[in-house]
Nanobody, 123 residues
Framework: QVQLVESGGGSVQAGGSLRLSCEAS????????MAWFRQAPGKEREFVAA????????DYVDSVKGRFTISRDNARNTVYLQMNSLKPEDTAVYFC????????????????WGQGTQVTVSS
């Protein structure tokens, strides 16, 4: 089993920055693809970014490319999402997710989910 705990959410004005963290408990963190998703009010949850085992490969939804950066520290069992140039449309609950160990693809099904952290961007 894996437990994921997000932190770092909050309220910020447009153009500001936030850094989300997700700390994972359990085994095989270094062999798990990790990702961030978000869900805005009245909308479906959407993929934001994902990162491979070593951090060497990443994937982003088009709307955040150039503004968000996903990274990981396997020694700390933690994945991060640095969010810059935030826009009101980035307002959502952000969820951390993990795949089963040894799965390589960055998209597709994720097995484990955190409880989410709220990000609110005001104009």
């Amino acid at each position: 089993q894996v437990q994921l705990v997000e932190s770092g959410g909050g309220s910020v004005q447009a153009g500001g920055s936030l850094r989300l963290s997700c700390e994972a408990s359990g085994q095989y963190f270094g062999s798990r693809v990790m990702a961030w998703f978000r869900q805005a009010p009245g909308k479906e949850r959407e993929f934001v970014a994902a990162i491979g085992w070593t951090g060497g490969n990443t994937d982003y939804v088009d709307s955040v490319k150039g503004r968000f950066t996903i990274s990981r520290d396997n020694a700390r069992n933690t994945v991060y999402l640095q969010m810059n140039s935030l826009k009101p449309e980035d307002t959502a609950v952000y969820f951390c997710a993990a795949k089963q160990p040894s799965w390589r693809t960055l998209r597709g099904e994720y097995t484990y989910w955190g409880q989410g952290t709220q990000v609110t961007v005001s104009s």
